[in-house]
């Protein structure tokens, strides 16, 4: 049950406020003015020495007025809220008709009627210190007001607002009065009222008025419409520009500025600027959160048509029924041809679902509850859609009830998605139940409710002797080295609700005591509330991936032994021409160190001679073609530090498995020192077959000069 007093909750807030003000003020005025009395302070009890100070008794009044609006506004002591305040307007009102009937007995007998009756009363009604006449007058109605304003009817809170009315605007003539100058207005012997007695009227009257937003004045006053927020626009200005017309025609007129005459036709033309002025800022002012309230209304209608929702209000006391338009669309009716009714509401709801949507609405109204329930409606069209009603009985601030308001989310399609995910849970647990890893699912205590098959046979227990037992009990797990329990991942997840692993190296020890290496992974199952309900443990047998880890880090050590140990220089580049691999025999044949290389294209290291880049670039091209997987070339290279060496080229291209060139192996051996023996050779033999051509010549010129 919720109030809807059709007030904003900041306009509530500015109330209270408004309320401790005026309250506060009342006291203030009300207090100075006593202590002014007893101390003989002038200043506290009148604002000027030549105007008419507030009485004791006025002062008495004030206060007993502002603690029975305490008591209204913040319910003090429970049931004797109401009780109190009533009998403190009651005292205010027998002070006032007291007050009244001395003025009555002076204007019948011409003495005062207390004094010559009750002399004990001379302290509150002696001539000079009795309360004005007018002041009685009001002090009589606002007791009744007070005393109507502890009612809870709301009919005796709108006789109060009306009550209130007359008071209110003769208490604002006081010190309008007083501000303009017109002593006449509270200067009448019968009729002498008090500057800080007009104000502290004027602040109980208003606190009066804005103790209660249900009657009518404050519905205009306080309502979300436009002409209240037109209203509450415009009074301030009401209320200011009178006293500024005012004073300006009465300081004219006594100034000698302008005449009577031209002093009205002032008045009347500053009037008409005034009233306009304030009309057109207002009806902006209006205009523009209209606007502001036609967008949200538009955002609204989107929302709702978006989220497949409406909203309704059913005004219980007339039968008004009021559909937004996505209710409309979701019932399957027309707008212009339906005019929706609580009985036609019901006509629409599954004749199943019927009696018991009706019972929860009424019980709900009858034990002011909100409620939420779901049920099924028949569309025009025949099928039937499922709606989930959320609803709240509204009432005013005196517990009157209003209406019942809510809305209707068309969960069709939600409830054909839950069908479905019904329909792939069976699904999936006929998947698991197939699926190549081993599976075991446990509740949120650990105890086994699932295992597949390939888990029965990874673990050696069946699902029959598993189920209903703890999870550790058929999953126990140990470390592979050093044979210490680990601990259960069932058990992490269940403490963190978090997906876990399991660490390397871990085995299961399966129920004949054989051991088998598994990896596996922990997932928290959760239910409908994000709650975790159970454990689901997916682990598989990897003793065979073990064997062929071990086999690979093997091969993986030879080759980086071979590759760090060889005599030839090994470079790898990508097919992008970047060096990936850089053995520490290219550190040292080449003098360029890995850091230096790694990363970075081949080219740019400019380690091939100038003269022998064509031959280079073939071996490349070719390599790059893929017609030819190893090509052999020798060409000059540079060192880092500029010497020129011979090197042989051995390159290898290494495929992807789709036979493409992933990168290019090359075994690089430096044959400079082979390249000069080899021309020492090739001179040395040229030589020496140059001698035996000399000395075969001489042998053949000596022979002949023998013959001769």
């Known amino acids: 049950?919720?109030?809807?007093?059709?007030?904003?909750?900041?306009?509530?807030?500015?109330?209270?406020?408004?309320?401790?003000?005026?309250?506060?003020?009342?006291?203030?005025?009300?207090?100075?003015?006593?202590?002014?009395?007893?101390?003989?302070?002038?200043?506290?009890?009148?604002?000027?020495?030549?105007?008419?100070?507030?009485?004791?008794?006025?002062?008495?009044c004030f206060l007993l007025s502002a603690v029975s609006l305490l008591f209204i506004r913040e319910k003090w002591y429970r049931g004797y809220h109401r009780v109190i305040p009533s009998l403190l307007g009651i005292t205010v009102s027998i002070i006032a008709i007291l007050s009244i009937l001395d003025y009555a007995g002076h204007l019948i007998t011409g003495n005062e009627f207390f004094n010559s009756t009750f002399p004990g009363f001379t302290l509150f009604f002696d001539h000079n210190r009795r309360m004005a006449f007018v002041t009685a007058m009001i002090f009589l109605f606002l007791g009744i007001v007070i005393f109507l304003q502890t009612s809870r009817s709301s009919v005796m809170a709108n006789i109060a607002h009306l009550l209130i009315i007359g008071p209110l605007i003769v208490s604002y003539l006081v010190p309008l009065s007083y501000?303009?100058?017109?002593?006449?207005?509270?200067?009448?012997?019968?009729?002498?009222?008090?500057?800080?007695?007009?104000?502290a009227f004027c602040f109980v009257c208003l606190a009066l008025v804005s103790l209660r937003t249900d009657t009518w004045l404050m519905k205009i006053l306080t309502g979300y419409h436009a002409g209240s927020l037109m209203f509450r626009r415009l009074l301030p200005g009401l209320i200011i520009l009178p006293l500024f017309i005012g004073w300006f025609r009465i300081y004219g007129e006594q100034t000698g500025l302008y005449k009577s005459d031209v002093g009205v036709a002032l008045v009347a033309m500053t009037y008409t600027v005034g009233l306009i002025w304030l009309v057109w800022v207002t009806a902006s002012s209006v205009n523009k959160t209209d606007r502001e309230r036609i967008r949200n209304q538009a955002m609204l209608t989107e929302a709702q048509r978006i989220g497949n929702t409406g909203n309704w209000e059913w005004n219980i006391h007339t039968g008004e029924f009021v559909w937004s338009d996505q209710m409309f669309q979701i019932f399957g009716e027309n707008k212009k041809h339906f005019i929706p009714t609580f009985d036609k509401f019901l006509l629409h709801i599954h004749p199943d679902d019927r009696k018991y949507t009706e019972d929860m609405i009424r019980e709900a109204i009858a034990a002011n509850n909100s409620f939420t329930m779901e049920y099924r409606i028949n569309s025009p069209g025949g099928g039937i859609r499922h709606v989930i009603t959320r609803g709240d009985v509204w009432r005013d601030q005196n517990n009157h009830l209003l209406s019942c308001i809510g809305t209707v989310l068309d969960i069709t399609e939600l409830k054909n998605a839950h069908e479905a995910l019904r329909a792939s849970q069976e699904r999936f647990f006929t998947t698991l139940s197939s699926i190549g890893d081993a599976v075991i699912a446990t509740d949120v205590h650990g105890n086994i409710t699932f295992l597949n098959r390939i888990g029965e046979e990874i673990t050696g227990w069946n699902l029959q002797e598993a189920s209903g037992r703890p999870v550790m009990d058929v999953f126990n797990i140990i470390n592979e080295n050093t044979h210490l329990e680990v601990e259960s991942p069932v058990?992490?997840?269940?403490?963190?609700?978090?997906i876990v692993g399991l660490a390397n190296h871990t085995v299961l020890i399966r129920k004949d005591?054989?051991?088998?290496?598994?990896?596996?992974?922990?997932?928290?199952?959760?239910?409908?509330?994000?709650?975790?309900?159970?454990?689901?443990?997916?682990?598989?047998?990897?003793?065979?991936?073990?064997?062929?880890?071990?086999?690979?880090?093997?091969?993986?050590?030879?080759?980086?032994?071979?590759?760090?140990?060889?005599?030839?220089?090994?470079?790898?580049?990508d097919s992008g021409y970047i060096v990936t691999q850089w053995s520490l025999e290219a550190e040292r044949l080449f003098g360029w160190s890995r850091e230096e290389t790694i990363g970075k294209p081949i080219g740019s290291l400019g380690m091939v001679f100038?003269?022998?880049?064509?031959?280079?670039?073939?071996?490349?091209?070719?390599?790059?073609?893929?017609?030819?997987?190893?090509?052999?070339?020798?060409?000059?290279?540079?060192?880092?530090k500029g010497s020129v060496i011979v090197c042989t080229w051995y390159n290898s291209i290494l495929v992807d498995e789709n036979g493409e060139m992933e990168s290019v192996m090359s075994l690089v051996q430096d044959i400079t020192d082979r390249q000069k023996a080899e021309v020492a050779l090739r001179q040395a033999r040229t030589q020496l077959e140059q001698k035996v051509e000399e000395r075969t010549t001489e042998v053949n010129h000596h022979h002949q000069r023998w013959w001769l």
């Open 513 to 573: 005591g054989t051991e088998i290496p598994i990896d596996d992974s922990g997932a928290p199952i959760r239910g409908k509330d994000g709650n975790t309900i159970g454990v689901v443990l997916v682990f598989r047998d990897i003793t065979e991936r073990k064997k062929s880890e071990k086999l690979i880090r093997y091969s993986e050590q030879r080759l980086r032994f071979h590759f760090e140990n060889s005599p030839l220089a090994i470079v790898e580049w």
């Open 179 to 199: 501000i303009l100058g017109v002593s006449h207005v509270h200067g009448i012997e019968a009729l002498p009222v008090s500057l800080n007695t007009g104000i």
């Open 610 to 640: 100038e003269d022998d880049l064509p031959l280079v670039e073939n071996t490349m091209k070719r390599l790059s073609s893929g017609i030819e997987r190893t090509v052999v070339s020798t060409n000059r290279n540079y060192t880092k």
């Open 1 to 60: 049950m919720k109030d809807r007093s059709l007030v904003s909750p900041a306009i509530k807030r500015y109330l209270r406020i408004w309320i401790w003000i005026d309250i506060f003020v009342v006291f203030l005025i009300s207090f100075l003015d006593i202590i002014g009395w007893i101390f003989d302070i002038p200043l506290f009890r009148s604002a000027w020495s030549n105007w008419k100070p507030m009485m004791p008794v006025t002062a008495i």
């Open 491 to 498: 058990k992490r997840v269940l403490d963190t609700g978090m």
